[in-house]
């Protein structure tokens, strides 16, 4: 019996003289939308090409949304309420209570004495709303959290996933070793603008539930019942204007996830042209090891990506949050003024008022909350995906 050895001019047995059987290691291309490796089709010039499947992106997107904000919940409450001015006094008094540290002319030793504090304080208020408010405290807003981060990650992921393959086969970028930084950069973009507008009105009320507390020492009860009674007080006394509070910081932090998208991206794609080197190496025996580390590099990639994106870009969240509270200034007869009017505004009197430290309130547990957050996300979405048998 007779044995074909014909390859493609491109393939490893015709470079190496064509003396063995062709194991199709042809340098593969990747898929525009996941930075996959996919098989490549030069046996098969007819054959149609693959399916996008764009609304896989959208579910893969909610999914993954919801588990990572579920597991992440409590961070996210403590996050926001540091955050906001209303628990300042709190930091103070934690402050207050501790001897103060020796002073020391060592930079190290006094940046490790102030994050070894940072952290400790950001605990001991993650405590106290445990013992004072009970642990249901701790996950005070996932509902409205959970309404919004479904259709935020799911049309984040979907316009983005779509947008991209879009722009690819507009400019005639065939994979995506080819796909400029630039067709990344737009595709975030576009998607980070619309899913802020979408919902603006659901994390606004989130915000305001998170940080409506019972606070029985001093007598008063709750603004809110629940997250409908929040929507009617803030229409009546601000408006429908008053849903989309905190937009314009919104847009602001489309520079957050336009960061985070373009480094995923790259790193990927570091990780995807790796794993292809292996797979057409003839002497390469490639393993479910090997797989398993592709897929801990893309969570570990989504990850740092968030890291960075978050840890440079981070004052647009506190501000987010001053803009989103709600009304602190009484007027009398029922009436109310808001104290940040907007974005340079609320900047200046934080700024002023607080100094430059509060433009980081929160980051510690933000942090936390994240970066396992976009890890947990990613890996979901890109499993999901797989799930739904898409490629491109």
Known sequence: MTFSTTAAPSSAPAQLGGTSPSYNK??????????????????????????????????????????AATLTSPLDVLKTRLQSDFYQAQLQALRAAKPAPVPTSNTLVNLTRTAGMHFSET??????????EGWRALFKGLGPNLIGVVPARAINFYVYGN???????????????QTPMGIHLAAAAIAGIATGTATNPIWLVKTRLQLD??????????????????????????????????LSASYLGVTESSLQWVMYE???????????????????????????????????????????????????????????????????????????????????????????????GGLTPHLLRVVPSAAIMFGMYEFILRMFGTTS
Request: hydrophobic content about 35%; overall charge positive; glycine content about 10%.
């Open 163 to 177: 947008g991209k393959r879009i722009l690819s086969d507009y400019f005639n970028y065939q994979n995506a070793q």
């Open 266 to 360: 790259q790193m990927k794609m570091y990780l995807a042209r790796r794993d292809s080197l292996k797979q057409n190496d003839p002497g390469y025996e490639y393993t479910s090891w090997d797989s398993a580390e592709l897929w801990g590099g893309r969570i570990t990639a989504a990850g740092l990506a968030k890291l960075v994106a978050a840890a440079i870009t981070y004052p647009h969240e506190v501000v987010r949050t001053r803009l989103r509270q709600a009304p602190t200034v009484s007027l009398g007869n029922g009436k109310v003024e808001m104290k940040y009017t907007g974005l340079v505004q609320c900047f200046k009197t934080v700024w002023k008022e607080e100094g430059m430290v509060a433009m980081y």
């Open 26 to 67: 042809d340098p593969v291309p990747q898929s525009r939308e996941m930075g996959d490796v996919i098989p490549n089709q030069t046996q098969a010039p007819s054959q149609e090409k693959p399916d996008a499947k764009p609304f896989a992106h959208f579910v893969a997107g909610g999914l993954g949304g919801m588990t």
């Open 123 to 132: 605990f001991q208020i993650l405590r106290s709303i445990h013992v004072h």
């Open 213 to 246: 507390k019972s606070n029985a020492e001093h007598g008063k009860s709750r603004q809110y019942r629940n997250s409908f009674d929040c929507i009617k007080q803030t229409v009546r006394h601000e408006g429908i204007r008053g849903l989309y509070r905190g």
